[in-house]
């Protein structure tokens, strides 16, 4: 057993106190009370102040201004749970009227919407909404035409210097693949979203950039973009800052998943075929096996 005696010497001549610890070969318990108070004494005062230490430390650290985003609750969110679509519907609306002036969506196209928030008809129209560059023609000029289903959703700058130019040089991001990109997710986007507020007393932030806490460095070049009634739904759902938030947020979770219900039916369906099967396959195995299994190996002696 591992055990330890404490000794204060105190060097009267020197004026000086020596301070040794000694292993003995004797176990706490059998310490004089005095010294087992010493030492548990010793032994708080040392955690406590390797605990205040580690306080400090982390309390001068930036990061601590930073929120973590809170698990939301998304319908999408369980194991077998779909996306909710009239919500993508409504996320396409916010993305277009609000989020289409500085953030492009590269890959995709108007053709992918067909059946998940809308149908053919209803995207041909919204396509050709759309002025689209295309040529050369037979004289060599491009030439503008009304979008297509083909086309790939339009970008608001031609390039990404003419888009940092337009936003005080930051970059807004291609929203495709966001809640993918981001620590968080759509939880993430969300709070981001939602979460812009006053900074707090003594951090102030540059002209041009907004606080927002869920934003690493806190300062983000995005005006907040939404807002109570920013627009409204044409399905008359009320545009709380809320709902829109979740609303483009279930859309950017399609946009970056598109596979997502496909993914989960399948899942489904393993999951179904697999509670056939495996009874079935443990049965076949018990009675393949039964014969090895059931026999009994005797090593008789020759007499
Ligand atoms: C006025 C232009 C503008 C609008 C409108 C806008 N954004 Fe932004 N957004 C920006 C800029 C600029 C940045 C880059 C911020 C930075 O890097 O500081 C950005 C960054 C982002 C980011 C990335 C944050 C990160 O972690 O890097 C997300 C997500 C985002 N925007 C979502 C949206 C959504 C969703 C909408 C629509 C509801 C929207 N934005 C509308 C300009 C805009």
Not at 94 to 103: F, G, L, N, P, R
Request: with cysteine.
């Amino acid at each position: 057993m591992c055990s330890f005696q404490f000794f204060f010497v105190w060097c009267n001549n020197k004026q000086q106190l020596l301070f040794s610890v000694f292993i003995a070969n004797m176990s706490f318990a059998s310490l004089p009370r005095s010294k087992k108070v010493a030492l548990t004494t010793l032994g708080v005062v040392a955690a406590g102040g390797a605990g205040l230490a580690l306080m400090l430390h982390q309390s001068v650290k930036a990061s601590e201004l930073e929120l973590h985003p809170p698990h939301y609750p998304w319908s999408h969110a369980g194991p077998l749970s779909s996306l909710d679509h009239a919500s993508v519907r409504r996320g396409y609306q916010v993305y277009k009227q609000v989020c289409a002036a500085c953030h492009s969506m590269e890959y995709l196209a108007f053709r992918n919407l067909v059946g998940v928030s809308h149908t053919e008809a209803e995207i041909k129209a919204i396509a050709e909404e759309f002025e689209v560059v295309d040529g050369p023609d037979e004289s060599g000029e491009m030439f503008t035409r009304p979008g297509k289903l083909s086309d790939y959703f339009p970008k608001p700058y031609p390039n990404a210097e003419a888009a940092r130019a337009a936003n005080n040089g930051a970059l807004p991001p291609d929203l495709s693949y966001i809640v993918n990109a981001r620590h968080g997710g759509e939880d993430y986007v969300f709070s981001l979203l939602t979460g812009y507020c006053d900074p707090p007393a003594g951090v102030s932030v540059r002209e041009g950039l907004y606080y927002n806490p869920y934003f690493p460095g806190q300062a983000i070049a995005m005006a907040p973009p939404i807002y109570n009634e920013v627009l409204e739904f044409d399905d008359g759902t009320p545009a709380t800052m809320s709902q829109v938030a979740k609303d483009v947020c279930t859309f950017l979770r399609w946009a970056a998943e598109p596979e997502h219900d496909q993914r989960k039916r399948m899942g489904l369906k393993l999951l179904l075929g697999s509670a056939i099967l495996f009874p079935l396959i443990y049965y076949m195995k018990r009675h393949r096996w039964t014969v090895l299994k059931s026999r009994k190996i005797a090593y008789r002696p020759p007499k």
